[in-house]
C-alpha cells in the first residue's frame, strides 16, 4: 500500500458525526456469501459477543479487503482470545475490527514481522499512526484464520463507534439473508416479591409451551399473585446455517402495555460482564441452556435494556385475569410470539421459597474476609451481585468455595498458608480450579513469603497443587541429525500436564527465530520463509518454561540447502 494524499482530508481535523449511522457506507469484508456463526449480541460465557462470525466455508486463508477507506489503527497478536487481529480507524468515526486472522496482508505483514524479531516476542500490540498504514476501499488486508480462542476457522468482524462502543454491523446495511422466525427453548416464570407466588409455589417454574397453528406459542394457564416477573431461552437461526445465534429484539407485554424492551443494537465492553445478572445463571449452570431474565434486578445496568414500566415486573392482584405476552424478533423482523394467560389467586402456599442460609452472609456492597482452615477469602465490595449466603469449607488443602451457581463480578482472592511446605517443593505450588474431571486447573498464583494468593471470578473447588514436573517436548516433522530440505515449516509439541505453558524461546544456531504457538493443538511452527538462517548445518534450540517454574530445553541439529 502507498500513501494516499486523501488521508491528509479525511483525518485533518475533520469530525463526523454518528447521529445517523450509514448504511451503504461499509462493504462486506469478504467476497463469499455471508453465512453466520455467531451474531452481534448474542450470550456468551462472562460477555455479549460484540460482533459477526462469519463462516468462512471450513477454511483458512480467505481474503478480507478493507470495507472502507481508513488506516491501521491497531495491530495485536495474542496467543488467545481473537488471535491475530486488526483495527481499521474510518474517516467517520468508526473503527471495524477483524479476528482470528491466519495472517495480514503483505504491506502488514512485513511490519509485524518486524517487529516481533526486533522485540523477540511473538505477542506484540502495535498501533500505527494515521499516517502509517492507510488503506483504501478494497485493499486487501488480510487472511481469514483460527487463531486464538476460535472453534473452527471464521471470521469475527465488529464495527465500533467513536467511543469503541461495539454495535450491530447488520445496522450498517451488512446483509444477511433470513426468512426463519425466532426459536422458542422455555420460558420460566419467577415469583419476586416477599408474598410472591406462582402455581402455589415461590421457587421459579418451567411452563408448558403449545405451538399454535399460526408459528405462535400459548404457555399453560397459571395462577399467581404479587410481583412476579418472566425469562425466555430463545435463540435465531439464519438461511444457510443451523447455528443458534442471538436475536435481535425482545418485547413484553401485559394486557396490551408495554413491560419491557431489550435490544441488541450497542454495549459497551464495561458493562458486559453484567450478562450474569442478565441470564439466569444459576440455571444455565445446572441447565446449560441461558434464560434473558425479562425484568431489570438491582445492579443491572445494561443499556441494551431499553424500555421498563416497573422494572419490567408485573403486579398481580388476587381475583384479576391478565395476559402477558413475549415478543422476539430477529433483525428481518420476523417474529414470534409467546402468550402466558394468569388467573389472580391469592392461594395458600404449598412450595414456599427454598432457604439456602449457611453461616456465611456476604453482602454485596461491603467488603469481606473469611477464614476457613489454612485458606482466607476476601470479597471486594460488589464483587457480587446481591447479598448472598455461600456455602464455604476447607478440608486440608481443598478449599469448597460455594459452587459455580452464583456469579462474581469482580475478582475475589483466596490466600493460603504454605509455611508446611519445605524445600524446594514450596517454590512450584499454584492454587489451582477443579474442573470437572477432578483436574487442577492453573490459576495465575502469586507468592509473598509463606502465603500463597490467587484471584478468581467464578466459584468452586479450589486445591493446593505442587508441580515439579517439567514440560515435555516433542519434534513433529523432523528428526535430529536429518536434512529438512523439503520443509516449509519446523513443528514441535510442546505439553505440561499441570500449571501448563507459560513461555518458550527457540533460537537457531544463536539466532531469535518466531514460533507461533497453537495451544488447541500444543504445536509450535517456524516459517523457513522468515529466512532467518542460510547454513546448511543448523543448531536448534528450545527452552519452554510452565507457569510455576519448572522448564525444558530441547536441541537437535538439522541440515536444509
Given at each position: 500500500m502507498k500513501f494516499y494524499s486523501y488521508i491528509l482530508l479525511l483525518f485533518g481535523g475533520i469530525t463526523f458525526a454518528q447521529d445517523s449511522i450509514p448504511t451503504s457506507y461499509f462493504s462486506n469484508p469478504i467476497k463469499i456469501p455471508l453465512v453466520l456463526a455467531g451474531s452481534f449480541g448474542e450470550l456468551r460465557s462472562n460477555h455479549f459477543h460484540s460482533g459477526l462470525d462469519i463462516k468462512t466455508q471450513q477454511k483458512e486463508g480467505i481474503p478480507i479487503y478493507a470495507p472502507a477507506d481508513g488506516y491501521i489503527s491497531r495491530i495485536k497478536i495474542s496467543h488467545y482470545g481473537y488471535g491475530k487481529a486488526l483495527y481499521i480507524k474510518h474517516p467517520n468515526g468508526y473503527t471495524t475490527v477483524y479476528a482470528h486472522l491466519k495472517k495480514y496482508g503483505d504491506t502488514i505483514q512485513k511490519i509485524v514481522k518486524t517487529e516481533q524479531y526486533k522485540k523477540?516476542?511473538?505477542?506484540?500490540?502495535?498501533?500505527?499512526?494515521?499516517?502509517?498504514?492507510?488503506?483504501?476501499?478494497?485493499?486487501?488486508?488480510?487472511?481469514?484464520?483460527?487463531?486464538?480462542?476460535?472453534?473452527?476457522?471464521?471470521?469475527?468482524?465488529?464495527?465500533?463507534?467513536?467511543?469503541?462502543?461495539?454495535?450491530?454491523?447488520?445496522?450498517?446495511?451488512?446483509?444477511?439473508?433470513?426468512?426463519?422466525?425466532?426459536?422458542?427453548?422455555?420460558?420460566?416464570?419467577?415469583?419476586?416479591?416477599?408474598?410472591?407466588?406462582?402455581?402455589?409455589?415461590?421457587?421459579?417454574?418451567?411452563?408448558?409451551?403449545?405451538?399454535?397453528?399460526?408459528?405462535?406459542?400459548?404457555?399453560?394457564?397459571?395462577?399467581?399473585?404479587?410481583?412476579?416477573?418472566?425469562?425466555?431461552?430463545?435463540?435465531?437461526?439464519?438461511?444457510?446455517?443451523?447455528?443458534?445465534?442471538?436475536?435481535?429484539?425482545?418485547?413484553?407485554?401485559?394486557?396490551?402495555?408495554?413491560?419491557?424492551?431489550?435490544?441488541?443494537?450497542?454495549?459497551?465492553?464495561?458493562?458486559?460482564?453484567?450478562?450474569?445478572?442478565?441470564?439466569?445463571?444459576s440455571y444455565y449452570k445446572n441447565n446449560r441452556s441461558r434464560v434473558q431474565k425479562l425484568f431489570r434486578q438491582p445492579n443491572n445496568p445494561l443499556?441494551?435494556?431499553?424500555?421498563?414500566?416497573?422494572?419490567?415486573?408485573?403486579?398481580?392482584?388476587?381475583?384479576?385475569?391478565?395476559?402477558?405476552?413475549?415478543?422476539?424478533?430477529?433483525?428481518?423482523?420476523?417474529?414470534?410470539?409467546?402468550?402466558?394467560?394468569?388467573?389472580?389467586?391469592?392461594?395458600?402456599?404449598?412450595?414456599?421459597?427454598?432457604?439456602?442460609?449457611?453461616?456465611?452472609?456476604?453482602?454485596?456492597?461491603?467488603?469481606t474476609s473469611i477464614t476457613k482452615g489454612k485458606f482466607?477469602?476476601?470479597?471486594?465490595?460488589?464483587?457480587?451481585?446481591?447479598?448472598?449466603?455461600?456455602?464455604?469449607?476447607?478440608?486440608?488443602?481443598t478449599l469448597v468455595l460455594h459452587e459455580d451457581v452464583v456469579p462474581l463480578y469482580k475478582n475475589i482472592t483466596i490466600s493460603t498458608d504454605i509455611s508446611n511446605y519445605k524445600g524446594g517443593d514450596i517454590d512450584k505450588l499454584y492454587i489451582g480450579r477443579l474442573n470437572y474431571k477432578g483436574e487442577p486447573y492453573y490459576n495465575r498464583t502469586y507468592r509473598k513469603g509463606n502465603k500463597l494468593s490467587a484471584k478468581t471470578k467464578t466459584f468452586g473447588s479450589y486445591v493446593l497443587v505442587a508441580d515439579t514436573t517439567a514440560p515435555t517436548i516433542k519434534p513433529i516433522n523432523f528428526q535430529n541429525k536429518k536434512w529438512v530440505s523439503k520443509n516449509k515449516t519446523l513443528k514441535i509439541k510442546i505439553t505440561d500436564n499441570l500449571s501448563g505453558i507459560s513461555s518458550y524461546r527457540a533460537t537457531i544456531n544463536g539466532k531469535f527465530i518466531l514460533m507461533e504457538y497453537n495451544y488447541k493443538k500444543d504445536v509450535l511452527t517456524y516459517d523457513f520463509a522468515d529466512e532467518i538462517i542460510s547454513d546448511a548445518e543448523n543448531n536448534l534450540k528450545l527452552i519452554v518454561i510452565d507457569n510455576v517454574g519448572n522448564n525444558a530445553t530441547f536441541e537437535a541439529t538439522f541440515f536444509r540447502k
Open positions: 523477540e516476542k511473538y505477542e506484540i500490540e502495535l498501533f500505527p499512526k494515521s499516517k502509517e498504514i492507510p488503506v483504501k476501499k478494497g485493499d486487501l488486508i488480510a487472511y481469514t484464520g483460527n487463531t486464538g480462542s476460535s472453534g473452527g476457522p471464521h471470521l469475527h468482524f465488529e464495527i465500533r463507534d467513536t467511543n469503541s462502543r461495539p454495535m450491530n454491523p447488520l445496522l450498517f446495511g451488512i446483509e444477511i439473508p433470513d426468512t426463519k422466525k425466532p426459536i422458542i427453548n422455555s420460558v420460566i416464570a419467577y415469583p419476586l416479591g416477599k408474598e410472591a407466588q406462582i402455581n402455589q409455589s415461590q421457587n421459579p417454574i418451567k411452563l408448558r409451551l403449545t405451538l399454535q397453528k399460526d408459528g405462535s406459542y400459548k404457555a399453560e394457564n397459571i395462577s399467581a399473585f404479587g410481583k412476579i416477573g418472566f425469562g425466555v431461552s430463545t435463540h435465531d437461526q439464519q438461511n444457510g446455517a443451523s447455528n443458534k445465534n442471538g436475536v435481535y429484539k425482545i418485547e413484553t407485554f401485559c394486557n396490551g402495555k408495554e413491560k419491557f424492551e431489550v435490544v441488541f443494537e450497542k454495549f459497551s465492553f464495561a458493562e458486559t460482564r453484567y450478562l450474569n445478572r442478565y441470564i439466569d445463571y443499556s441494551i435494556i431499553k424500555k421498563e414500566d416497573e422494572q419490567g415486573c408485573v403486579l398481580i392482584d388476587d381475583g384479576l385475569n391478565s395476559v402477558y405476552t413475549i415478543e422476539v424478533t430477529d433483525f428481518k423482523n420476523n417474529k414470534t410470539t409467546i402468550q402466558i394467560p394468569i388467573k389472580g389467586e391469592e392461594l395458600e402456599i404449598l412450595k414456599p421459597r427454598k432457604n439456602n442460609k449457611t453461616e456465611d452472609f456476604i453482602y454485596a456492597n461491603e467488603g482466607s477469602v476476601y470479597f471486594p465490595a460488589n464483587s457480587l451481585y446481591e447479598n448472598t449466603y455461600l456455602n464455604i469449607k476447607a478440608k486440608g488443602d
